[in-house]
């Protein structure tokens, strides 16, 4: 199935929006990545969390990963009612952590 790329002011939008969570990200890329949604999700590592998932690397539990995301300490964003993590914002935490 052939998508259709989104329009320029849609992409920088979306990217805008993501940026804070996602440095990397740029319209480019971001076309790439809608475009490549329902092939082998698992030919790549994971790239964001939930909370409940991000409970294993970091060692702590939903509810103290809510409070620090909820301080400012964890960055998260929010999609639905589902916060998502990216594996940046919790090696970064993470090394904050360790730094401490």
Not at 12 to 41: C, H, I, K, M, Y
Request: hydrophobic share 35%; aromatic share 6%; no cysteine.
């Amino acid at each position: 199935m052939k998508t259709r790329t989104p329009p320029h002011a849609i992409l920088q939008s979306a990217t805008g929006l993501l940026g804070p969570f996602w440095p990397e990200l740029n319209p480019r890329n971001l076309v790439a990545a809608l475009n490549g949604l329902g092939e082998d999700s698992n030919r790549l590592p994971r790239k964001s969390y939930s909370m409940r998932q991000a409970e294993e690397p970091t060692g702590l539990s939903r509810f103290t990963i809510k409070r620090e995301i909820e301080r400012g300490n964890l960055k998260a964003v929010k999609l639905g009612a589902q916060w998502r993590i990216t594996e940046a914002a919790l090696r970064e935490y993470m090394e904050g952590k360790e730094n401490e």
